[in-house]
Each structure stands twice: as structure tokens, then as C-alpha cells.
């Protein structure tokens, strides 16, 4: 089968790849970029471990061709951090212990970036309503959206008590 050639922005760095016209953005970024930090949790975009920011929208890159990356800005987990200093979203969801497997949290904190990125203030039922998406069976949700209230003061520069 003839695959296509796509270019794009993944991480702040011009990407190249070859992909078929059936595989989803998930698997080009896993199997053929090699970024391995989204997870497939259903394939039908109800879980959202496999959230990506694409051009400044939150996606489920299960949901998306890899073809439709043609042109994109897309942001993974592996591009939260800068470097070894972490996102203060990241840094939060330690701080508050909100992650316990591990599999739902690089959808939950691309996620959280993409609220504060587009709300930096958002009301603790804001958040849970834009997690809603994000599905976890261990944590129990609050300390995820105290990690969020937590970074979201940080991020606006409150000090946070």
C-alpha cells in the first residue's frame, strides 16, 4: 500500500514521516515517530489517554488520520517539559500524588495544559467538566483537580498555600 508523506510540528521541531492513509495519528506517533507517552485505551476516543494538542485543540489522536497532520502543530507529553524541568502541571500532579498506574496520566496533564493554556482560571467545575474526557481507574479524580487548581494559581503567579 503506498503511504503518504506528512510534515509537521511535533514538539516545537519540524517532523517528517511516512504513514499509511488508514493510521491514526496514535499509531504514527508511537510506531512510527517513536513517541510512546500517548496510550491507546479504546480506540474510540472515550478514554483520553491518547490526548495530543493540535494546533492549540485538544484531540484524541485516536480519532485523527495521521494523514490529517499534514501542516500541524502537535503537542505531546514528551513536549510539556522543557528540557528536565517540568511544566508546573506536571510538577503539580506529583506534588499531589495524582497519578497511581500511570497509563491515564499523559492524557490528563496534555489536557490540563490545553484548560489553562485556553482559561488560566478556571472554577474547580470547569475543570472537572473539561476531565471529563479523561478517563482513570485509580485515582478517584480529586487529586487530579487539586493538582490542577494547584498549577493553574501557580501558572497565574498566586502563591499557593
Not at 491507546?40 to 490529517?68: H, K, N, T, Y
Request: hydrophobic share 35%.
Amino acid at each position: 500500500m503506498a503511504k503518504s508523506y506528512v510534515s509537521a510540528t511535533i514538539n516545537g521541531e519540524s517532523s517528517e514521516f511516512l504513514c499509511e492513509t488508514q493510521q491514526t495519528l496514535l499509531d504514527v506517533l508511537r510506531d512510527v515517530v517513536g513517541l510512546t507517552g500517548s496510550k491507546e485505551g479504546c480506540a474510540s476516543g472515550d478514554c483520553g489517554a491518547c490526548s495530543v494538542i493540535m494546533d492549540g485543540r485538544l484531540v484524541c489522536s485516536c480519532l485523527v488520520l495521521g494523514v490529517e497532520a499534514e501542516g500541524t502543530s502537535i503537542t505531546t507529553i514528551e513536549g510539556i517539559a522543557t528540557g528536565e524541568k517540568l511544566h508546573p502541571v506536571q510538577q503539580k500532579f506529583l506534588e499531589h500524588a495524582a497519578l497511581q498506574c500511570g497509563f491515564c496520566t499523559p492524557g490528563l496533564i496534555v489536557a490540563t495544559k490545553a484548560l489553562l493554556d485556553e482559561n488560566p482560571n478556571p472554577t474547580e467545575t470547569e475543570a472537572r467538566y473539561w476531565l471529563a474526557g479523561n478517563l482513570c481507574r485509580c485515582t478517584g479524580y480529586d487529586k487530579v483537580i487539586r493538582a490542577v487548581m494547584d498549577a493553574a494559581a501557580e501558572l497565574r503567579g498566586e502563591t499557593v498555600g
